[in-house]
């Protein structure tokens, strides 16, 4: 999976103009149901964190990209669990992965709509809040204003932790080297 994490950072810092596009796109699969089980997003945007922290990379449109992306995964995601309901559940790859449907069902019931802004710091909740958001009929203006504030919020603090990561390594490694 790490080699994976890098040849796509690679490719972004290799394609910075197309950066805003690249953020879009991994953060739209982190919060769609099925696909933020199988893509490694959240590693890929903190991994462009820290090209920011370079200076390889433009933070904006990284935020701007991974915010809108999120919005679109998370609200297909809502719609899903909204029109097919339970069996939405059922589809693979969810089917397969019973305990994160019980930790989403656990959230809900403990947290009721702030489960949906958790639910986007939490990877293993991100996998199905959305969905169940839906499947329970959580009425969409409640969904919405949670969930966009969700979208923005992630999509600043997943590459700006990687970029005070790389700012710290950087620090720490130019105390020892004396550079």
Do not use: Q
Not at 91 to 119: E, K, N, S
């Amino acid at each position: 999976m790490d080699g994976i994490v890098e040849t796509i950072v690679g490719f972004i810092r290799d394609n910075s103009d197309w950066a805003l596009w690249i953020a879009m796109i991994f953060a739209a699969a982190e919060t769609t149901a099925f696909l933020s089980i199988l893509i490694p997003s959240t590693a890929i945007l903190f991994g462009v964190g820290a090209l920011v922290a370079t200076g390889g990379l433009d933070f904006t449109p990284i935020w701007i990209g991974a915010s809108i992306g999120a919005m679109l995964g998370s609200f297909f995601s809502f719609w899903l669990g909204w029109r097919f309901g339970p069996r939405a559940l059922e589809m693979p790859p969810m089917r397969d992965h019973r305990a994160l449907i019980h930790r989403g069902t656990d959230a809900f019931a403990r947290w009721g709509t702030l489960a949906v802004l958790i639910g986007h710091f939490f990877g293993p909740l991100r996998a199905v809040v959305f969905v169940l958001a839906g499947v329970s009929r959580l009425s969409v203006w409640k969904f919405a204003p949670v969930n966009i504030l969700g979208c923005i919020a992630w999509a600043w603090a997943t590459p700006k932790s990687g970029e005070i990561g790389g700012n710290v390594l950087g620090y720490l490694w130019n105390l020892v080297t004396g550079g």
